[in-house]
């Protein structure tokens, strides 16, 4: 069945700066492949064909990638919202918002980034007709989560309340990002611990009035720049967690039953690919184990040296321990201002 009134919006304009150097400004995270020849964009675009008719189906993104995107799934997709900058997911996803509202003012939406892996494609379904079913029926925010399987430090985690409802979706208690590693191995013992997959579903017009109540400062620049009276690129940068979903009263959770990987870091993307992608062959390691390799069509040899991974592009080599990877951030920062060429 595919829905009609049901929007479903990728969200493609970020810069994927923690998997420098695979990740570049010309070609962000959502444009590499993982697990087969297609990019993630196309992989998140697959996954949702069969619940949405092709119209229903629109990108967020930045004048940037606009084409990029067009030539990848153009024929698949029924709008791009082009932003006039980055501002990051909370004008983006208001700005969308406002845009659905002159289209459907009564429909729902659902919000996907287009950057995750997610092999199982009929549990994601399972999961994302679940939350529409909630979301048409109640007035909520509906979040997936999904069950830690180790203590990430990376990801957000969302501790939910099984007391005010028996049945999921569950209401959200409280939010946890990106902890510290004790932390995080305390949050995978407790049975109402979730990581946040940052895919929400709602009612437009639910969406539009937390925005108003929660962040009117926020409302008020895009629905000035929609109306022709202020510059989109003055508006401040802001998440949608900390624009609303961290801050409404109308937050439930449904806890989803499947294999899910945010790729939010080298090491991450690195594991993906090496278990869905034959094993570089011109590699030779000698008292050496558990590193992740990805280069062109060097011999790489490893003595002695355990647990890192090695990156070559082009004009890129990079070698790092696989628990630091989170410091590449650091050093994309660093290159912003003093070699930008390398970007």
């Not at 049975?191 to 109540?213: A, M, Y």
């Not at 082009?314 to 970007?343: F, G, S």
Request: overall charge positive; charged content about 25%.
């Amino acid at each position: 069945m595919k829905y009609q009134n049901v929007y479903f919006v990728i969200l493609a304009g970020g810069s994927g700066t923690r998997l420098w150097p695979l990740s570049r400004l010309e070609k962000p995270k959502q444009f590499l492949q993982l697990g087969n020849k297609k990019t993630l964009l196309e992989q998140t675009v697959d996954r949702i064909y069969g619940l949405a008719q092709k119209e229903n189906i629109w990108i967020s993104t930045t004048k940037q990638h606009k084409k990029t995107i067009s030539k990848l799934v153009g024929n698949k997709i029924g709008n791009i919202i082009e932003e006039p900058g980055a501002k990051n997911t909370g004008p983006a996803i208001l700005l969308a918002c406002m845009h659905l509202l002159q289209y459907s003012p009564n429909a729902s939406v659902i919000f996907l980034p287009s950057d995750q892996f997610i092999p199982d494609k009929e549990k994601f379904v399972d999961c994302i007709r679940q939350a529409i079913h909630f979301t048409q029926q109640e007035n909520y925010i509906t979040l997936l989560g999904v069950k830690p399987h180790y203590p990430a430090t990376g990801y957000g985690y969302i501790e939910f309340d099984k007391k005010k409802r028996e049945a999921a979706p569950f209401f959200v208690k409280t939010f946890h990002e990106k902890p510290s590693l004790p932390k995080a191995k305390k949050y995978i013992t407790q049975e109402n611990i979730l990581w946040n997959l940052g895919i929400f579903c709602s009612k437009v017009q639910l969406l539009i009035n937390e925005f108003k109540r929660e962040s009117p400062e926020l409302f008020q620049g895009v629905y000035d720049y929609m109306h022709g009276k202020k510059d989109y690129n003055t508006i401040e940068a802001s998440s949608i967690d900390h624009t609303i979903i961290e801050k409404s009263k109308n937050i439930v959770v449904l806890p989803a039953k499947l294999s899910w990987c945010d790729v939010g870091t080298i090491e991450d993307f690195l594991s993906v690919r090496k278990q869905h992608i034959a094993c570089n062959e011109n590699i030779i390691t000698v008292r050496s184990n558990n590193s992740l390799i990805d280069t062109k069509n060097k011999l790489v040899v490893l003595i002695d040296v355990d647990n890192i991974c090695v990156v070559e592009t082009d004009d890129i080599l990079l070698i790092a321990k696989r628990d630091k990877t989170q410091a590449i951030k650091k050093i994309v920062t660093k290159l912003k201002k003093e070699h930008k060429n390398y970007l």
